[in-house]
């Protein structure tokens, strides 16, 4: 996959797996210091993703992924705060998709 | 402080599915974002450089070296940390509550987010993956010496008391580990590079450097 590979290191490790999963920290980070939204909002959000998500899958950890809750969390709380509707999130999702899909045919 | 135990069910068919492509999402959010003139894309290249690059557990390294060299240095350590670190130039986001614990030969303290993630990042930078995982989580707060053995290595007497920390609320917890012996006359740069950042989160012990005992 294009860019896995230019992922920087530190001390030998990753700090985020793939660019998306940077490109949602920074996200979130950026709209709380734009003061759109405190802290313990998200993290609120947060906390009741992962634990949904526990909830859902019981004993079986095998497909967890921290970021991706963490991207719910955000597209829960950015609708909810107003920032954008849903609709505006789905059209949006569809030209993203749309894109992608051009970019690899 | 506003928690939500439980997420409001998305209205069906209008919201990003978890099956949908995780990277298409969260380009998608980030353009829709953009567009609205929110934020910039510069304000998140910046962040996630200073989190890739700048901000990590070295920083939290030299507050542990300055807390050994210098007595009065760890005394403020320990009763008001975030006038310490900020001594060093050192704090910010995630960081505005911090309290520091100090590992004695009597006590050895942990510190686990029960309920997400928190962490002391203006110390150690972002968390590990097995920090935020759900069975370190669980398993650390119920059991914390089998923890500490089976899945750190780091067995602990039966003599020391060992004690979890929370960081679920305000407040970041972060530990000062024990100076190992064989460090006498070390700089406190060379002491820094000694300290890790399981350490520091009390999943580890510094070790001596080698060649000395």
């Known amino acids: 996959m294009p860019g896995a590979a230019g992922l920087p290191r530190r001390n030998g490790e990753l700090v985020f797996d793939a660019p998306w999963e940077s490109r949602a920290f920074g996200l979130a980070v950026a709209l709380h210091q734009a003061r759109l939204f405190r802290w313990e909002e998200f993290q609120g959000r947060l906390i009741g993703e992962i634990a949904a998500w526990e909830r859902d899958h019981g004993g079986d950890l095998s497909s967890w992924n921290y970021y991706q809750r963490w991207l719910r969390a955000l597209e829960l709380l950015v609708v909810d705060k107003g920032l954008c509707s849903p609709g505006e999130l789905r059209g949006a999702v569809s030209e993203a998709a749309a894109a992608d899909d051009h970019h690899h045919a | ?213």
């Open chain 2, 1 to 213: 402080m506003s928690s939500q135990a439980e997420s409001p069910p998305p209205v069906a068919g209008t919201f990003p599915q978890p099956e949908e492509d995780i990277a298409v999402r969260a380009k998608a959010l980030e353009a829709l974002l953009v567009e609205k003139g929110l934020v910039s894309t510069d304000a998140i290249d910046q962040l996630v450089s200073a989190y890739e690059n700048d901000i990590g557990p070295m920083l939290g390294a030299k507050v542990v070296a300055r807390a050994w060299a210098d007595p009065a240095f760890k005394e403020l350590l320990l009763t008001d940390s975030n006038a310490a670190c900020r001594q060093l130039g050192i704090g910010g986001m995630q960081g505005e509550h911090m309290r520091v614990l100090e590992n004695t030969p009597q006590v050895h303290h942990v510190v686990v987010c029960t309920l997400c993630s928190c962490y002391p990042w203006p110390v150690l930078g972002l968390p590990p993956n097995w920090y935020k995982y759900p069975a370190y989580r669980s398993k650390m707060t119920r059991e914390p010496r089998r923890a500490l053995r089976e899945d750190f290595g780091l067995e602990l007497d039966d003599s020391v008391e060992v004690k979890v920390w929370d960081s679920s609320a305000e407040i970041r917890y972060w530990v000062l580990p024990q100076r190992p012996a064989g460090t006498e006359g070390m700089s406190e740069q060379e002491l820094a590079g000694l300290v890790t950042r399981e350490a520091m989160i009390g999943v580890a012990e510094v070790e001596a450097p080698s060649g000395r005992s």
